[in-house]
């Protein structure tokens, strides 16, 4: 069977409690020694910039057996009308896995994965960052011992990572997620509608408002991502007026001043973040790009071998 991650909502709730679990227990060295990819090869194919990602899955899959062709953005016929369709057929004859960072539309992903043989992760589309949330849950989960009942506060755009938590965090029960983004860049009405129904099956609850006032406190999670995200431009010249009222700074720990602070990265401090914050005892946002790594290996072992299961108390 051949397992494709292009959004989150591909996977089942059995899928994403199994991966973000089996991160935690990669974090933890349980399974170091384990190569469940031994043999395979996986291409990893960035059209846009990466620090962390890439280097999580090109070292990932090294850890876990596999060897590694890595492609750049020029790389591929794909520049010379190729379709990605064509790609993914031929491609999947060479390789298990194909990890690709777009930056575009997903349907380029879903071309690439019409086939049968080659798994196909999406490592960022212009939509969404599964890979991210699947991360960011391993933060969690590492650091709380659970998921069900957090509560998470996410301020700034409603950009690709901001959709992949909403449609991951509303799997798990009792959690809630509040979204404060500024006015015209919110979470796309797809986005919000689908996340809003996953809360609804359970006892989930999310919320997105666009402006900063009568901000409830108890939160668990501060969360913020930088305000130009990769293979993006605002049309607004005035943006930034916008945004500035959504920077984080230490001022929202006095409603939560026990709340950690999560950031996917690369930041830019004094912007959307304050380096108070970011190089403060709150925050956890280099442990969890260290996670990164660790879900990787979490996503790929999936990709090839399916739901593996981690020990008591590591699932939700």
């Known amino acids: 069977m051949v397992r494709h991650l292009i959004s989150i909502d591909d996977l089942t709730d059995e899928d994403l409690h199994a991966i973000v679990a089996r991160g935690v227990r990669f974090r933890s060295g349980a399974a170091r020694r384990e190569r469940p990819l031994d043999g395979d090869v996986v291409g990893v194919y960035f059209r846009k910039t990466s620090t962390r990602t890439r280097t999580a899955f090109s070292s990932g899959a090294l850890r876990l057996g596999a060897q590694i062709v890595s492609y750049g ?11 990605h369709a064509d790609t993914g057929r031929v491609m999947s004859r060479m390789l298990d896995v194909l990890v690709a960072r777009t930056a575009g539309d997903p349907a380029e992903l879903r071309q690439l994965a019409a086939q049968d043989r080659m798994s196909v992760v999406n490592a960022m589309s212009a939509d969404e960052h599964p890979t991210q949330a699947l991360t960011d849950l391993t933060t969690l989960l590492d650091h709380f011992g659970r998921i069900d009942g957090l509560r998470v506060l996410y301020v700034g755009e409603g950009n690709n990572t901001a959709a992949a938590l909403a449609l991951a965090l509303t799997r798990y029960p009792g959690t809630h997620l509040e979204l404060r983004t500024p006015p015209g860049y919110g979470l796309t009405g797809e986005i919000s509608a689908t996340a809003v129904a996953r809360a609804a099956r359970g006892t989930a609850t999310i919320r997105e408002r666009h402006d900063m006032a009568g901000l409830p406190g108890g939160f668990d999670v501060i969360y913020t991502t930088r305000w130009q995200t990769t293979g993006t431009s605002k049309p607004d010249p005035d943006w930034r007026e916008i945004f500035a009222p959504f920077q984080v700074g230490v001022g929202l720990w006095d409603g939560s001043p026990d709340a950690v602070f999560l950031h996917d990265l690369p930041a830019h401090r004094g912007e959307e973040v304050t380096a108070e914050v970011l190089d403060g005892p709150a925050s956890i946002a280099f442990a969890q790009a260290e996670n990164k790594l660790h879900s990787a290996m979490a996503v790929l072992e999936w990709c090839r071998r399916g739901p593996v299961g981690g020990p008591p ?4």
């Open 73 to 83: 953005p020029d790389d591929l016929q794909l520049n010379t009308g190729e379709t």
């Open 313 to 316: 108390g590591t699932g939700s």
